[in-house]
């Protein structure tokens, strides 16, 4: 199932290419709004999800670095052990692996995640984020369907 790896490497580049047009283009803060309820608003993520740990003083870049190269690792075996029939969970992985890859560069390479996509209702903002986050979370969503049973298929059902 590794096939699915063009996935991946498509979600890598739109990520990192997005990022780079941010970064040259707009200053640090800076926001453009495009239609009420979402702006393009530059800013940068020492942290997790939702910037957790953002203020931890440092080492979580190396933490958070570690935890996505690892997950790639695993998330890479897993996909080279599917069965051809789970075409679903591949795609799922697939995007997971390349939004974490994504995200790894960025911390590897700037100390922080390039964030930028920013959704609001009124003055309430879900936090910042990026094609790379956009697909790690599709990608778990797709993992969840898939445990019930979404998309699932046999090899027995591929034959139909």
Do not use: C
Request: no cysteine; glycine share 6%; hydrophobic share 55%.
């Amino acid at each position: 199932m590794l096939k699915w790896l063009w996935l991946s490497l498509a979600i890598l580049i739109l990520d990192q290419w997005s990022k780079i047009a941010i970064d040259s283009s707009m200053r640090l803060y800076e926001s453009i709004a495009i239609i009420p309820g979402f702006n393009l608003t530059y800013v940068h993520n020492t942290g997790a999800a939702f910037s957790f740990l953002s203020e931890a003083g440092g080492w979580q870049r190396w933490f958070f670095a570690a935890m996505a190269f690892t997950i790639s690792i695993v998330l890479s075996v897993w996909l080279y052990r599917l069965k051809k029939h789970e075409t679903f969970l591949a795609v799922a992985l697939a995007l997971v692996l390349g939004g974490a890859i994504g995200n790894l560069i960025d911390r590897l390479a700037y100390g922080y995640v390039i964030d930028f996509l920013d959704v609001y209702y009124q003055s309430w903002h879900w936090p910042a984020f990026n094609v790379a986050d956009m697909a790690i979370s599709l990608g778990v969503f797709l993992m969840l369907l898939e445990n019930f049973g979404v998309g699932v298929k046999t090899p027995e059902t591929d034959k139909i």
